[in-house]
């Protein structure tokens, strides 16, 4: 009979997530030799790998890292289960990818999947590696990295077990202290889900859609062919208002827009990363 006990399984299972039966029977593989187990359960992980990779990776975490508030880099890495996601392995990865990210600063998540994070390794291999440990597909699935301006984050838990599920970076201009309207719109913009920063940057070919829907409906309601014209700019000016950051009403206060709780501290928002984990 091997020698190792039920700790021994609870211990590898939390050191590799790999599931509890595969667990007993590398400690069994290995004769209760705990080092060897783990590596028997990596091996055997390398050669899933490919295995893993048409799997679905919805769950995981927002990362972030800031130098001071010159720059910062949001980071969205996705895993298979939220048992991996709340790991401590899986959460050194991420620390780690977000790094990399603000010393290297890629252009891409190609660029970035190749670079290199240590001599001899790239970034892909090291995801790689972090397949075969945790026993399941890790993701780099998209990442934002600003700089040049006043840059902040708010990473916000949507359960307490887990790590942060919505993250934003957000960058700002302005004279003074802007540290307390960066955090405000910060978690604004995670509460409020925004889409763009301001009017001007709407696509044309979006407000027409808009536009063209606004009235459609309008003649759908049956509504005066004289009225149709004003309806529609109304519903497109509350298109805006939902969706463009400066003209949503502000989270602390709704009386104020964002635009205005902005001018008021001397600042403007240049531009802003929202992510939540799988959507």
């Keep these: 009979m091997a020698n190792y006990t039920a700790a021994d399984v609870k211990k590898l299972r939390e050191l590799t997530a790999a599931g509890m039966m595969d667990c007993k029977n590398a400690l069994v593989e290995a004769d209760g ?16 790998v490919t295995k893993r990779e048409g799997r679905s990776a919805s769950n995981g975490l927002v990362a972030a890292e800031l130098d001071g508030t010159a720059s910062g880099v949001l980071l969205e890495l996705n895993c298979e289960t939220d048992f991996v996601a709340k790991g401590e392995r899986f959460q ?30 790239s970034v892909q291999s ?13 993701e ?36 003074g202290d802007l540290s307390e309207v960066a955090k405000d719109v910060a978690q604004h913009i995670a ?18 859609t808009e536009r063209r829907l606004a009235e459609a409906t309008a003649r759908e309601e049956g509504k005066a062919e004289a009225a149709i014209a004003k309806i529609t700019e109304g519903r497109v000016n509350g298109f805006f208002k939902e969706n463009v950051l400066g003209e949503q009403s502000f989270a602390k206060d709704q009386k104020k827009t964002v635009a205005s ?16 984990v799988g959507s």
């Design 140 to 175: 780099v699935r998209r990442f934002a990295r600003f700089d040049g301006g006043y840059v902040a984050t708010y990473l916000h838990r949507t359960s307490p077990d887990l790590p942060p599920q919505v993250g934003v970076l957000v960058e700002l201009q302005g004279e």
């Design 33 to 48: 030799d705990f080092d060897k187990a783990a590596e028997i359960l990596r091996v055997k992980g390398l050669k899933g």
């Design 191 to 208: 509460a409020f889900t925004p889409t763009y920063v301001n009017r001007d940057d709407v696509p044309a070919d979006v407000v027409d």
């Design 92 to 121: 050194q990865v991420a620390a780690r990818l977000v790094s990399h990210i603000a010393s290297s600063k890629p252009a891409d998540v190609v660029a970035f999947l190749a670079s290199e994070l240590e001599p001899g390794t």
């Design 126 to 138: 090291f995801v790689d590696e972090a397949n075969a440990t945790l026993g399941e597909k890790i």
């Design 261 to 276: 709780v902005l001018d008021a501290a001397g600042a403007s928002v240049t531009a802003f990363a929202r992510y939540r």
